[in-house]
């Protein structure tokens, strides 16, 4: 069974400026190529999930548009919990992908093992539409990595997982890009 991870298309805003910006007009049209790729890709019987945050669910909306299905909202594909305050979370991020998962506080390990537990319990194909750092978590656990960065994967690009029935592999990683945290 696969499972599709797609990073959100661009966001309008940095993650510096606002806690849930919607896409850009290139991140709406990231949001269509991704749709029309899956389209070819994906199964009848496939499902779709998504971050709660706006440039995950507009990510999302094209997709679920063309196959005229409902996208469930599921929290634990929203991006890392941050616990400091907007204007300190560039640094923050800057900071966190140059560490080890062995390095970070518990909440965070606990955030990156229920994130795979969900792909883990899923009993049917999904898309799954998330961001940077939860794709980054979920291949790095896969893959048995201890780097909090484990690729850059690029805005709308899809990341193809399969569920053997006990366990995660990886089949294809998603397009890459330089991400620049600003």
């Known amino acids: 069974m696969d499972i599709f991870l797609v990073r959100h298309g661009e966001a309008a805003a940095s993650w510096g400026e606002s806690s849930d910006p919607g896409l850009s007009e290139l991140g709406m049209l990231q949001a269509e190529r991704a749709a029309q790729s899956l389209r070819e890709l994906v199964p009848g019987d496939i499902q779709l999930l998504s971050s709660p945050l706006a440039r995950a669910r507009e990510t999302a909306a094209p997709l679920a548009k063309k196959l005229e299905l409902p996208v469930r909202l599921c929290n634990v594909f929203r991006e890392i919990p941050a616990a400091v305050p907007l204007a300190q979370r560039q640094s923050w991020l800057r900071q966190f992908m140059q560490q080890h998962w062995g390095e970070q506080p518990e909440h965070l390990c606990e955030w990156r093992a229920?994130?795979?537990?969900?792909?883990?319990?899923?009993?049917?194909?999904?898309?799954?539409?998330?961001?940077?750092?939860?794709?980054?978590?979920?291949?790095?656990?896969?893959?048995g990595r201890t780097e909090t960065l484990c690729f850059r994967p690029d805005n709308g690009s899809?990341?193809?997982?399969?569920?053997?029935?006990?366990?995660?592999?990886?089949?294809?990683?998603?397009?890459?890009?330089?991400?620049?945290?600003?």
């Open 158 to 182: 899809i990341t193809r997982l399969r569920h053997t029935g006990t366990s995660l592999e990886l089949v294809a990683l998603g397009e890459e890009k330089e991400t620049v945290v600003y």
């Open 114 to 143: 229920a994130a795979s537990q969900q792909l883990l319990d899923l009993r049917q194909p999904a898309v799954v539409f998330s961001h940077f750092l939860v794709i980054n978590a979920i291949v790095g656990q896969v893959l």
